[in-house]
């Protein structure tokens, strides 16, 4: 095996564009190396209530002082219409909220709860502690 040969003149073929699903995949990675580096532990990744119309919560948290964090993981490439923040939408966050009560079920005691929303843009990374509330469902 050695190294694939290119006609002189003629350009390699283009890479694939990368899928949805990875760009999701990076976006939440970026996310993780950024909360845990603020002190936040990983509990769960990708957590998902069983059945059709659950709910899913892309990172569950541990924050230092205890706080069980659910993190909602948003990418955009651009701000306009609002950014990556923007776009958790009152259906999204019913759905997160439904997801977090299921995961709570299986706690003996219950701690203290927050959502979080970091939002992955060309421009950075946004960390929204606080994002939205559950009692607002």
């Known amino acids: 095996m050695g190294i694939p040969l290119v006609k002189s003149g003629s350009a390699p ?4 564009p990368s899928t949805t699903k990875q760009l999701g995949d ?11 580096h603020a002190g ?10 069983p059945g059709r119309g ?6 569950i948290m541990r924050a ?11 990418r955009r490439a651009s701000n306009s219409h609002g950014g990556a923040a923007a776009s958790v939408s009152w259906v999204k966050q019913k759905r997160i909220v439904f997801a977090a009560r299921h995961y709570l079920m299986r706690l003996r005691t219950l701690p203290p709860c927050r959502f ?3 939002a992955v843009q060309a421009d950075g990374i946004e960390w929204l502690p606080g994002a939205f509330d559950a009692d607002a469902m």
Not at 26 to 36: F, G, P
């Open 13 to 16: 073929a283009p890479l694939q």
């Open 26 to 36: 990076q976006a939440e990675n970026l996310a993780l190396a950024h909360l845990q």
């Open 40 to 49: 936040l532990r990983l509990l769960e990744r990708n957590y998902r209530t």
């Open 54 to 59: 659950g709910g899913e919560i892309d990172l």
């Open 64 to 74: 230092p002082d205890g706080t069980c964090v659910f993190v909602e993981v948003r």
């Open 116 to 118: 979080d929303v970091v």
